[in-house]
């Protein structure tokens, strides 16, 4: 009996070590929003879903008052949360609550800006100061200079003017700049994002700021400057850090400007370096390159079981995501022998389906001709007899012997 109730206090005591330790990785997470320019009510659900996915996050969204209320009921205590996260551009907050902010970021306290968030408190100087750049509410010269690039030269801009624009919405190439960053660390040096505002003319106090990433503001797009505008930012305040993204106009379901996986990415890797100063969330397999736009229209990573069960159906006259997927992962796993062989034999388990269309074996055919093994060649070899397929089996056989 004695035994038994030692195992069952041994068992209690490794279950709550267990349990501090998750609780001490899942950082609890305050979503700002309620008043805005932009579709709040379909962005915070969105930023909510996209944090918490990476399991470091436990997000939750307060609502201010409505344009114009009684402001001085919304004394959120920021000491609860590891982060803050602000959908908000909209009225005023008392001075208490701009008080206990700027204590809570002082004190440590991880922020992250998205996207119209540096619009907001054009009048409020600590919070124009972690923003770094703002736009809009009447900025000009005052409110501190402009920061881009041209000619791969960092611009500070002293010169007069109104701070805030932007062209039409389109897709645009996202170039790093610091690709030393714990957020930026093993991304492309070019990648392109989904259909969004790119936004221009940013102004403000840019103090202890590092641009991480630009895009340039092509005047063919309209409202275009001809330089390379921050995209990507991060700013230090007392203790501390924010990340920055001009990012992520929201349509219903998010649109393409959030569901982009270079957003995506960009904001679970910014969100957790304003927490911890560190980054340990991978580069995803299918994070974009600057050869075409990966979304994910329901925010989370794709598996590779998915994209094999999809490319097995494959319609060349419907869609090729899959198989750029496909493509992206093969590519991500160049130099690791077990992963291409792991993958190689959930291909060739695709190939000698009898319900995977000629469509994707020829592609399979394709990618295993230069990529596969010795184990494949069985599977090629008895697809040399079908007469729809025998020229890329022989193909890919011819290949496989070089």
Excluded at 14 to 32: A, R, V
Excluded at 67 to 83: C, I
């Amino acid at each position: 009996m004695k035994k038994q109730y030692l195992l069952l206090i041994i068992t209690a005591v490794i279950l709550g070590l267990f349990s501090t330790c998750k609780n001490e990785t899942s950082y609890k997470t305050l979503i700002i929003t309620g008043q805005n320019n932009h579709n709040w009510q379909a962005s915070s659900p969105i930023l909510k879903q996209i944090l918490d996915e990476t399991g470091l996050f436990s997000s939750e969204i307060m609502i201010t008052p409505k344009t114009r209320g009684d402001m001085k009921t919304f004394n959120p205590d920021f000491s609860k949360y590891r982060l803050v996260v602000l959908d908000y551009n909209g009225d005023s907050w008392s001075e208490k609550t701009n008080n206990a902010f700027v204590d809570y970021v002082k004190n440590g306290g991880g922020v992250v800006i998205y996207h119209a968030a540096d619009n907001s408190f054009p009048a409020w100087k600590e919070y124009n100061e972690m923003t770094g750049l703002g736009g809009w509410g009447d900025r000009n010269q005052k409110s501190g200079p402009y920061v881009y690039y041209k000619n791969d030269q960092l611009v500070t801009d002293t010169s007069a003017g109104t701070g805030g624009t932007h062209g039409k919405r389109r897709e645009f190439i996202v170039r790093t700049r610091i690709t030393d960053h714990p957020i930026t660390k093993g991304l492309p040096s070019r990648w392109l994002h989904g259909t969004d505002e790119l936004y221009s003319l940013l102004r403000g106090p840019a103090k202890n700021m590092q641009i991480l990433a630009t895009a340039f503001a092509d005047s063919a797009a309209g409202g275009g400057t001809m330089r390379d505008e921050p995209m990507l930012m991060t700013i230090t305040y007392g203790k501390g850090r924010i990340f920055h993204t001009t990012m992520g106009h929201a349509d219903e379901g998010g649109g393409p400007s959030m569901q982009c996986v270079g957003f995506i990415t960009t904001l679970q890797r910014g969100a957790e370096w304003a927490v911890t100063g560190n980054v340990t969330q991978k580069v995803p397999w299918d994070f974009p390159s600057a050869a075409g736009v990966v979304l994910r229209p329901d925010f989370k990573e794709i598996t590779m079981d998915q994209v094999l069960s999809n490319i097995g159906g494959y319609d060349i006259v419907k869609s090729t995501k899959n198989f750029t997927y496909l493509q992206q992962k093969i590519r991500s796993l160049a130099g690791d022998e077990q992963g291409l062989s792991d993958l190689e034999k959930s291909m060739v388990k695709v190939l000698s389906s009898k319900r995977t269309t000629v469509e994707a074996k020829k592609l399979l055919l394709r990618e295993l001709s230069w990529m596969g093994s010795d184990y494949c060649v069985p599977v090629i070899k008895e697809l040399e007899s079908n007469v729809d397929l025998k020229d890329e089996a022989e193909f890919a056989l011819a290949r496989l012997k070089k």
